[in-house]
């Protein structure tokens, strides 16, 4: 299993926003989860995305546990602090 704590560097200019973290996520074999505060949510649930409501400058931590965790943390990570745009 691996985590990671990152900061959001995007804002929220994009509704589509919890749909492409979805589909980032949803590319990946591993287990993937997004932790908020007391919110813990599947990334690969449009609905926990959603309900998560993510904001720039939030601390989230990223946890993946499978056979491409280091990817599927990597790629979600530079999504999330704008590295990736």
Do not use: F, W
């Not at 813990?40 to 993510?54: E, P, R, T, W, Y």
Request: aromatic share 2%; with cysteine.
């Amino acid at each position: 299993m691996l985590e990671k704590q990152v900061a959001v560097g995007i804002n929220e200019e994009t509704e589509n926003r919890p749909a492409l973290l979805v589909q980032k996520a949803s590319c990946y074999d591993s287990k993937i989860h997004l932790e908020c505060g007391n919110k813990k949510v599947n990334a690969k649930s449009i609905m926990g995305m959603m309900a998560l409501g993510l904001c720039e400058g939030d601390l989230i931590t990223i946890t993946a546990e499978g056979s491409d965790e280091e990817q599927a943390v990597r790629e979600l990570e530079a999504y999330l602090t704008g590295a990736a745009n």
